[in-house]
């Protein structure tokens, strides 16, 4: 399975986009709950720091001299509280507390710092707590001062920070991505330009790639140029070869012409036959060997069809054969306009020698390829016969004057084009013969 390219970056850049507002998300989580916590500790700290001030001992008994000055502290259930407990059990505790002890026992704290209790009304509070030890002429007692407040405010602090932030990361991923589809984009738009110019290239209408301006391809625009070069010249060589064969196979074929009139007439025409045979054969490969080298270029079929209907309607004409041509307009196959006509040239011979009076030639694009069937209202042939018609020296008729290469040297072009031949039988009656050319070559 061939991956995309732009799907490939376009997936790249979505997970890293993904992973670090993730990561983003999560390290602004932390760092907005530490603030938000460290905020409260601070307070709560001022509360105790309060306590502290005020806290007094008089013949071995608590008292507080100032209280916290906060109104909510004499409020119940108002979310803010203090604790005092001393080490002889003593307790002194604020009005918003009611009759609720805070825990006084070691807890462990929470991840935020403070030790999670149950206040008022069934409240979740979060608990500061601190011990200290005041200096007495009889020794020094011990206390433990504890300030509280609801937890909701935390999460709720917490959540509001949550909402917005998932909002701006929400927002700050479409726009990341659609920035990372815009960059591919554009950074594959080179590439782009560079298949146009290699199609140009492949279609004859240039005979090099133009650099595309962008400093990374060059490097494969001039290998491109380079290979392009290497294969001009392979051609030419090639071609150049197919000439010297075709020349020195002249006067050989010459020579053995003559001395076959020496013979004796019934093995001079036997001679005469397979030298033309050889001739023939040779010219044959000659011009296989050229297909696919020829300078490419769209064909477009229904002119191309038309000519050809034209060069054999004066043969037909005489017996009434009535041509029917359904090509759309403007369908047109990317191969060599010479070894199309050729091809179904044969197809065409076929059909006009023997249909009795209606030949028809259809066209259609299917999928990737262009469809040319050609049917005829003839003899036609057995199932039999089908699959083997398209080999050399097969007739289609005992007495049809023809060489039996017509359909196999169609085929051997359609399959130098990564076309294909079928044989069927026609609506019609006779054969139908199905060339299929892919649209671009």
């Given at each position: 399975m061939i991956a995309s390219l732009r799907i490939r970056l376009a997936l790249g850049a979505f997970?890293?986009?993904?992973?670090?507002?993730?990561?983003?998300?999560?390290?602004?989580?932390?760092?907005?709950?530490?603030?938000?916590?460290?905020?409260?500790?601070?307070?709560?700290?001022?509360?105790?720091?309060?306590?502290?001030?005020?806290?007094?001992?008089?013949?071995?008994?608590?008292?507080?001299?100032?209280?916290?000055?906060?109104p909510r502290f004499t409020l119940p259930g108002s979310g803010r509280y203090w604790q005092v407990v001393a080490q002889t059990g003593e307790v002194l505790r604020s009005r918003s507390l009611w009759d609720v002890d805070l825990p006084n026992t070691a807890l462990v704290p929470t991840d935020h710092g403070?030790?999670?209790?149950?206040?008022?009304?069934?409240?979740?509070?979060?608990?500061?707590?601190?011990?200290?030890?005041?200096?007495?002429?009889?020794?020094?007692?011990?206390?433990?001062?504890?300030?509280?407040?609801?937890?909701f405010e935390f999460d709720d602090a917490v959540a509001q920070f949550h909402s917005a932030m998932t909002l701006m990361l929400v927002l700050s991923a479409a726009v990341l991505v659609a920035a990372a589809i815009f960059q591919v984009g554009v950074g594959l738009a080179p590439l782009a330009r560079l298949q146009q110019r290699v199609g140009l290239v492949r279609a004859g209408q240039a005979s090099s790639v133009d650099d595309v301006g962008v400093s990374e391809l060059g490097p494969l625009v001039c290998e491109l140029n380079l290979l392009l070069t290497e294969r001009a010249t392979a051609v030419e060589r090639a071609r150049a070869r197919a000439s010297d064969l075709a020349h020195g196979l002249k006067t050989p074929l010459t020579v053995l012409l003559h001395l076959a009139d020496q013979l004796?007439?019934?093995?001079?025409?036997?001679?005469r036959q397979q030298v033309d045979l050889i001739r023939q054969r040779a010219d044959r490969q000659l011009q296989l060997a050229r297909l696919g080298v020829e300078q490419m270029g769209l064909t477009e079929l229904g002119p191309l069809v038309g000519k050809l209907v034209m060069v054999l309607k004066p043969i037909t004409g005489p017996r009434g054969i009535d041509w029917q041509l359904r090509i759309p307009a403007g369908l047109a196959v990317d191969m060599d306009a010479a070894d199309f006509a050729e091809a179904l040239g044969n197809v065409l011979d076929n059909a006009s020698r023997f249909a009795r009076g209606e030949i028809r030639i259809t066209a259609t694009a299917e999928d990737e390829a262009a469809v040319v069937t050609v049917e005829d209202?003839?003899?036609?042939?057995?199932?039999?016969?089908?699959?083997?018609?398209?080999?050399?020296?097969?007739h289609l008729g005992d007495d049809d004057g023809g060489s039996g290469l017509g359909l196999s040297i169609t085929a051997e072009i359609l399959s130098a084009y990564g076309g294909s031949l079928e044989l069927g039988r026609s609506q019609l009656g006779g054969l139908s013969v199905r060339l299929s050319v892919p649209l671009r070559g």
């Amino acid at each position: 399975m061939i991956a995309s390219l732009r799907i490939r970056l376009a997936l790249g850049a979505f997970a890293a986009i993904v992973f670090i507002l993730l990561m983003l998300g999560y390290g602004l989580s932390r760092v907005f709950s530490g603030y938000v916590a460290e905020r409260y500790r601070v307070e709560m700290s001022g509360i105790v720091d309060q306590l502290v001030a005020g806290l007094e001992l008089r013949d071995g008994k608590v008292f507080l001299a100032k209280t916290p000055t906060d109104p909510r502290f004499t409020l119940p259930g108002s979310g803010r509280y203090w604790q005092v407990v001393a080490q002889t059990g003593e307790v002194l505790r604020s009005r918003s507390l009611w009759d609720v002890d805070l825990p006084n026992t070691a807890l462990v704290p929470t991840d935020h710092g403070f030790i999670e209790a149950q206040g008022p009304d069934g409240a979740n509070l979060f608990v500061y707590r601190r011990a200290i030890a005041l200096d007495e002429p009889h020794g020094s007692s011990s206390f433990a001062l504890s300030a509280a407040f609801e937890r909701f405010e935390f999460d709720d602090a917490v959540a509001q920070f949550h909402s917005a932030m998932t909002l701006m990361l929400v927002l700050s991923a479409a726009v990341l991505v659609a920035a990372a589809i815009f960059q591919v984009g554009v950074g594959l738009a080179p590439l782009a330009r560079l298949q146009q110019r290699v199609g140009l290239v492949r279609a004859g209408q240039a005979s090099s790639v133009d650099d595309v301006g962008v400093s990374e391809l060059g490097p494969l625009v001039c290998e491109l140029n380079l290979l392009l070069t290497e294969r001009a010249t392979a051609v030419e060589r090639a071609r150049a070869r197919a000439s010297d064969l075709a020349h020195g196979l002249k006067t050989p074929l010459t020579v053995l012409l003559h001395l076959a009139d020496q013979l004796p007439p019934h093995e001079k025409d036997l001679a005469r036959q397979q030298v033309d045979l050889i001739r023939q054969r040779a010219d044959r490969q000659l011009q296989l060997a050229r297909l696919g080298v020829e300078q490419m270029g769209l064909t477009e079929l229904g002119p191309l069809v038309g000519k050809l209907v034209m060069v054999l309607k004066p043969i037909t004409g005489p017996r009434g054969i009535d041509w029917q041509l359904r090509i759309p307009a403007g369908l047109a196959v990317d191969m060599d306009a010479a070894d199309f006509a050729e091809a179904l040239g044969n197809v065409l011979d076929n059909a006009s020698r023997f249909a009795r009076g209606e030949i028809r030639i259809t066209a259609t694009a299917e999928d990737e390829a262009a469809v040319v069937t050609v049917e005829d209202d003839g003899p036609g042939t057995s199932e039999a016969d089908l699959a083997i018609l398209p080999s050399r020296g097969v007739h289609l008729g005992d007495d049809d004057g023809g060489s039996g290469l017509g359909l196999s040297i169609t085929a051997e072009i359609l399959s130098a084009y990564g076309g294909s031949l079928e044989l069927g039988r026609s609506q019609l009656g006779g054969l139908s013969v199905r060339l299929s050319v892919p649209l671009r070559g």
